[in-house]
């Protein structure tokens, strides 16, 4: 593995950027990094006692739940730089859903129990961290309102647009199966497979399989 900066890990998170070198360094000395799992293994499920926010280092992982009778809801992916559950270092745990990784994956995390801790040492940390969880709120708020006007169509390129825009290039592959995908955007995998090919009558994406070309005009 390449050299890894603790600090330099969690600063990637929006939750965490503005935030003082001393305040990220009292929060790097709480968390874990560079845990590896393999392709297809669970990262956290319910009741494994793990709450607390976690960091992709290298690979991806796909977010889900479970209904009743088992079937699967994607709920969304994390690759290499995101990171998901900072919403569980503030709240009881209730950890409902299943984390899996969808290649060879490296993940660092913060242990919600350690992070309290902390916060009640560091009262300049508390204030911080809430505005800056605020912003976000409201953010996430806007983006899932106006995602909710869109039909399927618009939805799958606003998902595709925004993966290009994080890798930084044009071409990619599907982080998730097209059944996952489609259950991601809310759709069926039938309309999704519709949606594709209309996308590239129209010239906007190139589809090979499970890679996407954006077209720019």
Do not use: W
Not at 3 to 16: E, N, P, Q, T, Y
Not at 69 to 84: F, M, P, Q, R, S
Not at 172 to 187: C, E
């Amino acid at each position: 593995m390449k050299k890894h900066s603790a600090v330099a890990c969690i600063s990637r998170a929006d939750l965490f950027s503005s935030l003082s070198p001393d305040a990220l360094k009292k929060i790097a000395a709480i968390s874990t990094h560079q845990e590896y799992f393999p392709r297809n293994t669970i990262i956290c499920q319910p009741g494994d006692g793990k709450e607390g926010m976690i960091f992709m280092d290298e690979g991806s992982a796909k977010i889900y739940s479970l209904n009743e009778d088992g079937k699967e809801t994607v709920l969304g992916v994390i690759n290499k730089g995101d990171y998901a559950g900072q919403q569980s270092l503030f709240k009881e745990p209730n950890h409902e859903n299943y984390i899996q990784a969808l290649q060879d994956t490296y993940v660092c995390s913060i242990n919600r129990d350690d992070f309290q801790n902390l916060l009640k040492k560091t009262p300049d940390l508390v204030i911080n961290l809430l505005n800056t969880f605020g912003e976000k709120l409201v953010a996430a708020e806007t983006n899932s309102i106006r995602r909710n006007s869109m039909n399927a169509k618009d939805r799958l390129m606003d998902y595709l647009v925004e993966q290009s825009q994080k890798l930084g290039s044009a071409r990619f592959s599907l982080p998730l199966k097209k059944k996952d995908l489609a259950s991601y955007l809310g759709t069926s995998p039938e309309t999704l497979s519709r949606q594709l090919k209309l996308l590239e009558k129209e010239n906007k994406i190139r589809v090979n399989r499970r890679e996407i070309t954006i077209v720019k005009n």
